[in-house]
């Protein structure tokens, strides 16, 4: 059997743990929050335990097998102490990664991803490179080691920003369908399970929120409690103008329906100066590519022709004179 060198060992290494990485990445984004969620839903609704069939116990075990394997490696970049009052810990709720796995696997991506890229690169440096420069491979090695630190936090911020996103945009249609729902004469919490169910097809990550939210109110908590917890689940503005409404409805005991009304206009009113704005800025965004790219080929084609012509006529000319 042939021996491996050494550039071939770190490559074969290097490919195994980026793998790893890939697969520990995959696991944080893909966990199917929202199934197992509305199973425990509808298990809590039919009387049985939330370990009903229907939840997916399968991926369940691996997910969790992932991350007992990876607590070696997520010890070196977890905070010891701290992380039930961190923002990292509310960021994870806004990104929808509520598993109690989710910060071993992340951090563990984090480490793996910092040791990695650095290693990819000190491989690829030796190969293709014969002298270099040891304080640029230093220089570019703790580069890639930041970058590959960093990543999971970028996918972070982006998973946060396109949650945010779709609650912003879908929110107004889910609290048309609860007005209607309490002005025909349901209670406020039949009207959330009905808006639920309805706008499950609409937005999934809606539906979700307002599943998790009724899981609390029949698992006891206080409906206060419920709301807010709703409103730290998912970062957004108008989640949080809705929670403080309907407290101070229920609290001073004002007409729901005609406080969801009223909300429900001025957030379509939000939306529709949001879409005025953005319409606004698309001037100045297009300002740059007229001006680099769009207006200097406008000119040569429209007066490249005139140059050239001006071009052979006086060109004789200026030959005789000089002549």
């Not at 970049?77 to 990292?88: A, I, M």
């Not at 957030?267 to 100066?273: D, E, G, N, S």
């Not at 965004?285 to 429209?302: D, G």
């Amino acid at each position: 059997m042939p021996q491996l060198n050494q550039g071939q060992m770190v490559l074969l290494v290097g490919v195994f743990v980026i793998s790893f990485s890939i697969a520990l990445v995959a696991a944080i984004w893909f966990w199917p929050q929202k199934t197992k969620t509305r199973a425990r839903v509808g298990a809590l609704g039919a009387g049985t335990s939330a370990g009903a069939p229907g939840e997916p116990t399968g991926t369940r075990e691996w997910i969790e097998r992932l991350a007992e394997w990876s607590q070696p490696i997520s010890k070196l970049s977890l905070p010891k102490e701290g992380w039930e009052s961190s923002v990292l810990r509310v960021q994870f709720m806004n990104a929808g990664w509520r598993d109690a796995s989710a910060p071993a696997l992340y951090f563990a991506a984090k480490t793996l991803l910092a040791l990695v890229l650095p290693l990819i690169g000190y491989y690829f440096a030796s190969t293709h490179y014969t002298t270099i420069n040891r304080t640029l491979l230093l220089s570019v090695l703790l580069l890639l080691g930041a970058i590959g630190y960093y990543l999971p936090n970028g996918i972070l911020t982006r998973r946060i920003a396109w949650r945010q996103r779709v609650i912003f945009e879908d929110f107004p249609d889910a609290l048309d369908l609860l007005t209607v729902c309490v002005e025909a004469g349901l209670s406020l919490d039949a009207a959330l399970a009905r808006v639920a169910k309805e706008i499950h097809v609409r937005s999934a990550v809606l539906a979700h929120e307002f599943d998790l939210m009724l899981l609390e109110l029949r698992s006891g908590y206080s409906k206060e409690r419920a709301l807010r917890n709703l409103s730290l689940r998912t970062g957004v503005e108008d989640i949080d103008t809705f929670v403080s409404m309907l407290i101070q409805a229920e609290r001073f005991g004002t007409s729901i329906g005609a406080s969801l009304r009223v909300l429900s206009e001025t957030l379509r009113m939000k939306r529709r100066l949001r879409a005025e704005e953005r319409a606004a800025k698309i001037a100045l965004k297009l300002l740059f590519p007229l001006i680099f790219f769009i207006f200097p080929t406008l000119l040569l084609v429209l007066l490249g022709p005139a140059f050239l012509q001006i071009y052979r006529v006086l060109l004789p000319s200026l030959s005789g004179s000089i002549h």
